[in-house]
């Protein structure tokens, strides 16, 4: 591991900024990273001229456009046109310079919708997608291909990883384009300063699981040592719970006291998203931090960088 150079893309988001941490704590690795300032991971040529100068042997693709439902749903040209680009341009830089490792950050959303559970890795392009992400789960199946034709064409050594929904530290908070878990946060968290109720979308009865990005991290830097192959693995908890129990428990931490509606008129998503860890399991792996723990560390970082004059958050 010691001759590692270890390029990890999207390394200021969150799932970036947990895997620098983690991987610049492991001390053998050396760690590269970008910004959009000197790096931009949509323009071929700037990709392709940073990789033939830093060469690093190893990449991890977690740069992506992401959001929630409502952002998929109004922006599909965006999720599908900025995804297929980096990860495209991604790849073809790690295969000019002959990277030996690629791990690409795909998604539990490229499933079907109603995909038998849990969900095995062969499950893939087995069924409808659902509908209200599908433009970013088409680009991510894309990706995921892009990986087996070099696998295939060239004999790479790459690998996808399918994560499930992931929270913590540095999550996107943003009313119109988060993930349910921090969107339930802030606004659990504005009623309690508002004193006011809080409606979300469906009817609560979809399944999810949910997993700290921390615990995602340990789980790459473990694929990475360990994981030999070059078929997907799943990465997640290996079990579930409604998002009425979700909202519940993030309630019962927030400290929120007054009324939840629930507006079916909004769309629910998937019924039900568990994946199967065996996989991940077989290697001697378990997320470490439970789901409580979790969402109180999130909700305390959350609101020491909340900005009570803009409410924006101060990153």
Same mark, same amino acid.
């Given at each position: 591991?010691?001759?590692?150079? *270890?390029?990890?893309?999207?390394?200021?988001?969150?799932?970036? %900024?947990?895997?620098?941490? %983690?991987?610049?704590?492991?001390?053998?690795?050396?760690?590269?990273?970008?910004?959009?300032?000197?790096?931009?991971?949509?323009? #071929?040529?700037? *990709?392709?001229?940073?990789?033939?100068?830093?060469?690093?042997?190893?990449?991890?693709?977690?740069?992506?456009?992401?959001?929630?439902?409502?952002?998929?749903?109004?922006?599909? !040209?965006?999720?599908?046109?900025? #995804?297929? +680009?980096?990860?495209?341009?991604?790849?073809?830089?790690?295969?000019?310079?002959?990277?030996?490792?690629?791990?690409?950050?795909?998604?539990?959303?490229?499933?079907?919708?109603?995909? =038998?559970?849990? /969900? =095995?890795?062969?499950? @893939?392009?087995?069924?409808? &997608?659902?509908?209200?992400?599908?433009?970013?789960?088409?680009?991510?199946?894309? $990706?995921?291909?892009?990986?087996?034709?070099?696998?295939?064409?060239?004999? %790479?050594?790459?690998?996808? *990883?399918?994560? +499930?929904? &992931?929270?913590?530290?540095?999550?996107?908070?943003?009313?119109?384009?988060?993930?349910?878990?921090?969107?339930?946060?802030?606004?659990?968290?504005?009623?309690?300063?508002?004193?006011?109720? !809080? +409606?979300?979308?469906?009817?609560?009865?979809?399944?999810?699981?949910?997993?700290? !990005?921390?615990?995602?991290?340990?789980? /790459?830097?473990?694929?990475?040592?360990?994981?030999?192959? #070059?078929?997907?693995? #799943?990465? $997640?908890?290996?079990?579930?719970?409604?998002?009425?129990?979700?909202?519940?428990?993030?309630?019962?931490? !927030?400290?929120?006291?007054?009324?939840?509606?629930?507006?079916?008129?909004?769309?629910?998503?998937?019924? %039900?998203?568990? @994946?199967? /860890?065996?996989?991940?399991?077989?290697?001697?792996?378990?997320?470490?931090?439970?789901?409580?723990?979790?969402?109180?560390? +999130?909700? =305390?970082?959350?609101?020491?960088?909340?900005?009570?004059?803009?409410?924006? &958050? =101060? /990153?």
């Amino acid at each position: 591991m010691s001759d590692m150079k *270890v390029y990890i893309a999207g390394s200021t988001g969150m799932v970036g %900024r947990s895997l620098v941490k %983690r991987f610049t704590s492991e001390g053998s690795l050396e760690v590269l990273t970008s910004n959009s300032k000197d790096l931009d991971l949509l323009n #071929n040529s700037d *990709v392709t001229n940073f990789f033939i100068k830093h060469k690093p042997n190893v990449v991890i693709d977690a740069a992506a456009k992401v959001g929630g439902i409502y952002a998929n749903s109004t922006n599909p !040209v965006d999720f599908l046109i900025d #995804n297929l +680009t980096i990860q495209n341009n991604l790849m073809t830089a790690a295969h000019q310079i002959d990277c030996s490792k690629f791990i690409f950050l795909s998604s539990s959303c490229v499933y079907p919708k109603l995909a =038998k559970q849990p /969900i =095995k890795e062969s499950y @893939l392009l087995t069924g409808e &997608l659902e509908k209200t992400n599908q433009a970013y789960a088409v680009a991510k199946i894309a $990706g995921m291909k892009l990986v087996e034709g070099f696998q295939s064409q060239y004999d %790479r050594k790459w690998f996808s *990883v399918m994560p +499930t929904n &992931l929270y913590g530290e540095f999550d996107n908070f943003a009313k119109d384009s988060s993930h349910v878990l921090p969107a339930m946060i802030r606004k659990f968290h504005e009623a309690k300063i508002n004193n006011d109720d !809080v +409606t979300l979308w469906g009817d609560g009865k979809p399944l999810r699981e949910f997993l700290h !990005v921390n615990d995602l991290a340990d789980a /790459i830097l473990l694929l990475l040592i360990k994981y030999k192959e #070059n078929e997907p693995v #799943n990465i $997640g908890v290996g079990e579930d719970l409604s998002i009425l129990e979700l909202s519940t428990l993030i309630k019962d931490v !927030v400290g929120f006291t007054g009324e939840i509606h629930w507006d079916q008129t909004k769309p629910n998503g998937t019924p %039900r998203k568990l @994946l199967d /860890i065996s996989k991940l399991k077989n290697l001697g792996w378990e997320p470490k931090i439970d789901l409580r723990q979790g969402i109180t560390s +999130t909700y =305390k970082w959350f609101v020491s960088k909340l900005d009570s004059k803009s409410n924006d &958050l =101060k /990153i």
